[in-house]
């Protein structure tokens, strides 16, 4: 049972990525799913959530317009989307979901 994140790295500013996060050994169908971020000395922040099925979302106010998450129940698979990337976004971002957290995959934003 986990969940394993990828797609983070270094980008410029203005910049674009795409993180993925794969989970297995639970029905991920079932279950929202959520992207949180954290840089060291800071708590855990949430970024963006989705329901079981993908027909709602949400977002944090600070990437609201900027990022996009997503899913694909077949691949069991959710992801977010980056565009328009600022240096405010560096961070560790993780997925959360059927009360897991995933490795962590860094995200780089910087000229």
């Known amino acids: 049972v986990q969940l394993a994140e990828s797609g983070g790295g270094l980008v410029q500013p203005g910049g674009s990525l795409r993180l993925s996060c794969v989970a297995s050994?639970?029905?991920?169908?079932?279950?929202?799913m959520n992207w949180y971020r954290q840089v060291p000395g800071k708590e855990r922040e949430p970024v963006a959530g989705?329901?079981?099925?993908?027909?709602?979302?949400n977002y944090a106010d600070s990437v609201k317009g900027r990022f996009t998450i997503s899913r694909d129940n077949a691949k069991n698979t959710v992801y977010l989307q980056m565009n328009s990337l600022k240096p405010e976004d560096t961070a560790v971002y993780y997925c959360?979901?059927?009360?897991?957290w995933g490795q962590g995959t860094q995200v780089t934003v910087a000229s």
């Open positions: 989705i329901s079981s099925l993908g027909g709602t979302t």
């Open positions: 959360r979901g059927y009360n897991l």
């Open positions: 050994g639970f029905t991920f169908s079932r279950y929202g």
